[in-house]
């Protein structure tokens, strides 16, 4: 028994425990469970018509609210200034009062269990809850790239990647817990989240960084089992609209999909045993220094005093001059000279039409089966599929967008473009719907949403450089409310309230005070999503203007100041270990140098891993 090595018995067994608890990879299977629920505001759709009808707002007012959601759901400034100053538990656990607070505050409301509330609180309450996500996605994801920092890219496209799955989990759980009672799903989300949060709130936090030769290898297989549960939850959404399932079916399906959700915690286990026996053997078999001849040294050279640099009279720019005198893309902007850019400019034109146009869609997806005629099971089912191929298409535009850009020289903008262009197809589908044709426009939206996400953001890090990079990201999350509310509150809902409207005076029905408007057939969402289309084209033509400006910056290598920046950083390791190992030598009398050559030290360490210089 491997806890026997420390003590044995129940005692190796807690100190076992312990230390998989403590580990850095259980970090990231907590950061896995909480990005797994965190995903509320991609099911809008299946709770926004018990909105809609409990409170009697009309579509326009809908999509306010949906508008506010989005706004909040990207507005991370204030938890990233937040965790800059705090340890992770404190951003987590603002996050958990708000997503208790504000989603709890419209259940009550849509329940009649509080008076009805204005409409500005109302838009409170649901950016409230919708902004738990950002403090969710900095307390959790920032913590983790921090902790493996050389597999930064790898933890983003996991964990953004089960971001876009949640609401297919949430789904599910939700038919399992309260079946086909969508009110009680805005219970589901209050709750469900915050507890998940609640539980890892001491176990999300900066570990010291030891990096392990394997590590990319074991975030590929938490890669393959996210893919495992995404492949059979699109199995188990076809059966579900094919058959309909009973209450225990439903269970049975939700206890499937949490098993593979905790498929993770087994290669946690799996790693933190494996560290915990090479701990083990360090303590048996004490580190051991060879002597390898080599070369003669150079001779060290004395430090030599510090030579001043010539002073110059001339006062140095100010960060408001250098506004308009950017650097070379792909060094460091400063963020003025970023947000005042030209290619800054045409990509956030470009994510405010496809994004917004995009989320237009997956907000409004119950409203648009329920104008053309569709059950509410088939509506679960487009929720369901938007989530999935949302998850699918941020972890395939992430790992091959790198793979092209990498072997052929690829541009991200360019398949940005792309991206683009294909969601057009999603918008035609739903402004000249086919029978059944919604499916696979459920398909297409969801897959371009989750592609454009780590497009953007890459290309971002890309030309504007790290430095600062977490401004710039949350500025590109800013264009996707502004085209959330041109697109969904200003054309899509003006146009739904205008034809629905139509179609009560063409039957002679007076609109009563606080009744809803409910518009049916495909003129509901005909001329909204044909003029979506065209903003979308537009959002295209500009990206492909940034393919234009950029064509000879990617042609080139891109990672070379980061890749010299690691090598220096390695060289710099080598030689202090090269300096330990001599002393270790002079300390212990063991070894022997030759004259003339010099002796090169390999410290070996099973708890540590290798350095060697390159």
Known sequence: MVAAEFG??????????????????????????????????????LYSNDIKTSLGYDQTTLNLLSFFKDMGGNLGLLSGLINEITPPWVVLSIGVVMNLFGYLMIWLAVTGRTAKPHIWQMCLYICLGSNSQAFANTGALVTCVKNFPESRGSVLGLLKGLVGLSGAITTQLYHALYGDNSKALILLIAWLPAAVSFVFLGTIRIIKIVRQPNELKVFYKMLYSSLGLAGFLMVLIILQNRLRFTRIEYVGSACVVLILIFIPLAIVIREELNIWKRKGNALNDPTQVKVVAESPPVLEQPPSL???????KRKPDSCISNIFKPPDRGEDYTILQALFSIDMLILFVATTFGVGGTLTAIDNLGQIGKSLGYPTRSITTFVSLVSIWNYLGRATAGFASEIFLVKYKFPRPLMLTCVLLFSCVGHLLIAFPLP??????????GFCFGAQWPLIFA??????????YSTLYNFGSVASPVGSYILNVQVAGRLYDEEALKQMEALGVARKAGQELTCTGARCFRMAFIIITAATLFGFLVSFLLVLRTRKFYKGDIYRKYREEAEAAEREMASTAHGIGQFRERESGAGFTAPGHAASFKTTNTAEPHITNK
Do not use: C, D, Q
């Open 436 to 445: 059944n044709s919604l499916y696979l426009a459920s398909v297409v939206i």
């Open 8 to 45: 044995g018995g129940w005692r190796g067994v807690k100190r076992l425990a312990l230390h998989v608890i403590l580990g850095r990879w259980f970090m990231v299977f907590a950061s896995l469970l909480i990005m797994s629920v965190s995903g509320s505001t991609y099911i809008f759709s």
């Open 306 to 312: 510090p030579v001043e640099a010539p002073t110059s």
């Open 459 to 468: 290309t971002i890090s890309e030309i504007f450089g790290l430095k600062y």
